[in-house]
C-alpha cells in the first residue's frame, strides 16, 4: 500500500507506530471541538457555503467558527504525527 513511501522514510515503522500513538488524542481533540460525527457533520454544511452567503444568511460567526475549528483539526492531524515521528527519528539517530 506504502510502498512508494517506505524508501524516502528513515524509519517506515516508525511512521506507523506515530499514526497508531496519534489516534486516541486525536480521537478526544475530536470529541472536544465536535461532541460527535454529527456535530462535526453540521460544522462542515455550516464551512461549506461561501462567505458571502453565510453574511447574507447573518451566520457569519458561526461560519468563521465552523471553519476554524476544522482547520484547527486539520493541523492538528498532521502536526501530532509528523512531531511524534521527528521525536523518534531524532531519539534513535
Known amino acids: 500500500m ?3 513511501l517506505f524508501p524516502q522514510l528513515e ?3 516508525l511512521l506507523v507506530l506515530s499514526l497508531g500513538l496519534s489516534f486516541y488524542p486525536l480521537r ?3 470529541r472536544l471541538l465536535f461532541d460527535d ?3 462535526f457533520v453540521d460544522d462542515v454544511a455550516t464551512a461549506a457555503p461561501p462567505d458571502w452567503v453565510s453574511f447574507l444568511r447573518g ?3 458561526e461560519d468563521r467558527w465552523a471553519e476554524f475549528k476544522i482547520g484547527l ?3 492538528g492531524c498532521i ?3 509528523t512531531a511524534l515521528y521527528r521525536l523518534g527519528s531524532k531519539l534513535l539517530a
Do not use: I, K
Open 79 to 81: 502536526a501530532l504525527p
Open 2 to 4: 506504502l510502498q512508494w
Open 37 to 39: 460525527l454529527r456535530g
Open 11 to 13: 524509519h517506515p515503522f
Open 59 to 61: 451566520r457569519l460567526d
Open 73 to 75: 483539526f486539520v493541523l
Open 28 to 30: 478526544e481533540f475530536f
